[in-house]
């Protein structure tokens, strides 16, 4: 029985050992589990194979002739095109020494001969997978510092929301985690908070850092940018989840906000909360038109307009939770 599904016909494995008999016994076993098994004799023709094909992860063992299998490991790292390629060693129980050194290197699994094709294949799938994760992982911290580039973009032409997306997101993400939302949607969320004004990029800095009150064509124009901020990201599939938070972080609980006057649970969750820690930035911050407001009466507001610009049921689970956390802040202070 397989310990976990990894594998696929795609799935190359480089098997580098100098006993005929044993390289195939591994083969056979890789093979039966949908995997294409190279073969080598040692260290040098390994890396000759290496010219050929990039495997997904190499199996050597540690004792062979013309170059064992630490020479062949060191020779690989030194290559960048094969440093990300897991390895796995196999060795005799002499050879404490041997894998020692390899640990020291950076070589993380060993196998003992003789070889159980089962311990073999549950080892190969068990780094495989925690390889996969690492990329996943790595693929999520690229995105996201992209993200935080056009954040950054975004605020360098509105001067006086610099640092907005950032608060906003932090807020929303308490929330949020208060709430137990699942991670793949605390990762959307940290997208789409950083997001959410990015249609902004499209508005002429001139009606962006405007002192003073926008004529109805300037609304207009700033009103565009749910909008344009979906369009934006609608094709980049990856980034599909942020669209609630671009297109609906104005839309009120009455209906009266804006792009779609949707109403009530109409709005979806994700709008809902960011509406509320929009505003409450935007309040609690110096804008052109209007003074930084305390946070207490910033607090009123939001239970005022709780069933009429806010969700009532979400308005004070974000008051708690930013209570809290100002509470937090100043006994740390205190400390």
């Known amino acids: 029985m397989r310990s976990l599904t990894i594998p696929t016909p795609e799935r190359i494995i480089l098997v580098v050992e100098d006993s005929p008999q044993i390289r195939n016994v591994i083969a056979r ?12 004799g040692n260290g040098l023709d390994g890396l000759k194979m290496l010219e050929k094909v990039t495997p997904h992860l190499i199996l050597s063992d540690v004792n062979m002739p013309q170059m064992d299998g630490l020479q062949f490991f060191q020779a690989v790292r030194k290559n960048p095109a094969w440093t990300t390629i897991p390895f796995i060693f196999l060795t ?23 070889i159980d094709p089962h311990d073999l294949i549950k080892i190969i799938n068990a780094r495989l997978y925690r390889t996969a994760a690492v990329e996943v992982a790595q693929v999520g911290q690229a995105y996201l510092d992209t993200v935080k ?25 308490w929330v949020a985690n208060e709430l137990n939302w699942p991670l793949q949607q605390l990762r959307m969320l940290e997208f789409g908070g950083r997001l959410h004004d990015i249609g902004k990029i499209l508005i002429p800095a001139s009606v962006l850092n405007k002192p003073g009150r926008l004529t ?19 094709d980049i599939q990856h ?22 006057n949707l109403r009530g649970k109409e709005i979806p969750v994700q709008g ?9 930035d935007a309040l609690t911050t110096a804008r052109p038109y209007h003074t930084a407001r305390k946070h207490e009466d910033v607090i009123e507001i939001l ?5 009429i610009h806010f969700d009532p049921k979400l308005t004070p689970i974000f008051i708690d939770v930013l209570n809290k956390r100002r509470a937090q802040a100043v006994a740390q202070k205190k400390t």
């Open 92 to 114: 005799s129980h002499s050879s404490a020494e041997a894998i020692q050194r390899g640990r020291e290197l950076g070589v993380e699994d060993y196998l003992t001969k003789p």
């Open 272 to 280: 809902r909360l960011l509406a509320l820690a929009d505003v409450y």
């Open 239 to 260: 980034l599909h989840g942020t669209l609630p938070y671009v297109l609906y972080h104005h839309e009120k609980w009455d209906g009266t906000g804006y792009p779609k």
């Open 29 to 40: 076993a890789l093979m039966m589990e949908g995997y294409i098994a190279h073969q080598a």
């Open 216 to 234: 109805d064509d300037e609304w207009g124009m700033m009103k565009r940018h749910t909008i344009a901020g979906a369009k934006m990201l609608r």
């Open 149 to 173: 580039v056009l954040a950054n973009v975004i605020e360098g032409r509105d001067h006086y929301t610099r640092g907005h997306v950032e608060r906003v997101t932090t807020y929303a993400m």
């Open 303 to 307: 239970r005022k307009d709780s069933g």
